[in-house]
């Protein structure tokens, strides 16, 4: 079976401007997760989609972050204006959920620079 | 909140050597979930313990759930230089929905 995809895989842009990152999960996953990796740590929670629901976005910096799930498939991340500090690996994963044990399966990412 | 944290941050052993990461929780988990991250890759599922004091073997991969269910531990037998990467354990939080990863362990290999 297909992974789960993302894109771009790279994208350099410079401070103030948008970003935008897309995922399409695996087919049949309907939890959805945005992740950011910083450079040496471990993946940290943006954004759950539960369907095309948000059920926990309690992570997500809402003044500049901002992310949709229409009907309940693929989804968007975007950031607006991207700060310095926003660069990080954006991973997106898929869970098949409510089936045990909930193993999160992780697309390639996208590695954005803000410059 | 719930912490997850693992220990060493870093470790470069010689291929053959044997490797161990540690992870603990500062709360009691229901499960706990191990990933592994190759260089420049994302992280990749390896197993999940659910019962307390459990033992699950992979190979020359051992994991090992905590009686009280708060730490756990990935031993690697005899590592060979498929082995490098980043090693993550991630324990759920709400309702085993959310999951927090620990910082990981990189693990370097001297062939």
């Known amino acids: 079976e297909a992974g789960v995809v993302q894109s771009p895989r790279y994208k350099i842009i410079e401070k103030k401007q948008p970003v935008a990152f897309w995922c399409n999960p695996i087919?049949?996953?309907?939890?959805l997760y945005w992740y950011r990796q910083n450079l040496g740590q471990g993946p940290e929670l943006l954004i759950r989609?539960?369907?095309?629901?948000?059920?926990?976005d309690s992570q997500l910096p809402k003044d500049r972050f901002s992310a949709e799930r229409l009907k309940g498939v693929d989804s968007t991340l975007k950031i607006q204006p991207a700060e310095l500090g926003d660069s990080a690996v954006y991973l997106c994963?898929?869970?098949?959920?409510?089936?045990?044990?909930?193993?999160?399966?992780f697309g390639p990412g996208t590695r954005l620079t803000v410059t | 909140g719930q912490q997850v944290m693992q220990i060493p941050q870093y470790q470069h052993v010689q291929e053959g050597e044997d490797f161990t990461t540690y992870c603990n929780s500062s709360?009691?988990?229901?499960?706990i979930q191990w990933y592994k991250q190759r260089p420049g890759g994302h992280p990749v599922f390896l197993i999940q313990?659910?019962?307390?004091?459990e033992v699950k073997k992979q190979k020359r991969l051992t994991f090992q759930f905590g009686e009280a269910k708060k730490n756990s531990s990935l031993h690697i037998t005899a590592t060979q230089t498929t082995d490098v990467g980043t090693y993550f354990c991630?324990?759920?939080?709400?309702?085993?929905?959310?999951?927090?990863f620990g910082q990981g362990t990189r693990l370097t290999i001297n062939p």
């Open positions: 994963a898929s869970s098949l959920v409510p089936r045990a044990p909930y193993e999160q399966y």
């Open positions: 709360t009691t988990l229901s499960n």
């Open positions: 087919s049949g996953h309907n939890t």
């Open positions: 313990l659910v019962k307390s004091g």
């Open positions: 989609y539960e369907n095309e629901e948000a059920v926990d």
């Open positions: 991630a324990g759920p939080i709400q309702g085993a929905q959310k999951l927090v």
